[in-house]
Nanobody, 121 residues
């Protein structure tokens, strides 16, 4: 069972920045696709960003140009740098691991517990 642990959530004013981290002890981390999703109250979980084992990235249109996903395979950690945050970014953010590229929740086999991000106007 792969365990993913997210940290770095919090509260920030609009225009601010936060960096989320997701760590795992999984020894095959460098071979898996890592993604970030988010879920706001009353809404479905939605794709935010993903990064492949060879550092290719893909973003949801809503965060493109503001969020950056990157990974450190030596530390078994993936990050989500969030800049120019907006109130509509408020959600619980989840990291997830997948065996191949995908942008739907069904593509990901393992999930973290989530970390709350709140952006006030």
């Amino acid at each position: 069972q792969v365990q993913l642990v997210e940290t770095g959530g919090g509260s920030v004013q609009a225009g601010g920045s936060l960096r989320l981290s997701c760590s795992t002890s999984e020894r095959t981390f460098s071979n898996v696709i890592m993604g970030w999703f988010r879920q706001a109250p009353g809404k479905e979980r939605e794709f935010v960003a993903t990064i492949t084992w060879n550092y290719a990235t893909y973003y949801a249109d809503s965060v493109k140009g503001r969020f950056t996903i990157f990974r450190d395979n030596a530390l078994n950690t993936v990050y989500l740098q969030m800049n120019s945050l907006k109130p509509e970014d408020t959600a619980t953010y989840y990291c997830a691991a997948a065996p191949k590229f995908g942008i739907t929740t069904r593509d990901y086999d393992y999930w973290g517990q989530g970390t709350q991000v709140t952006v006030s106007s």
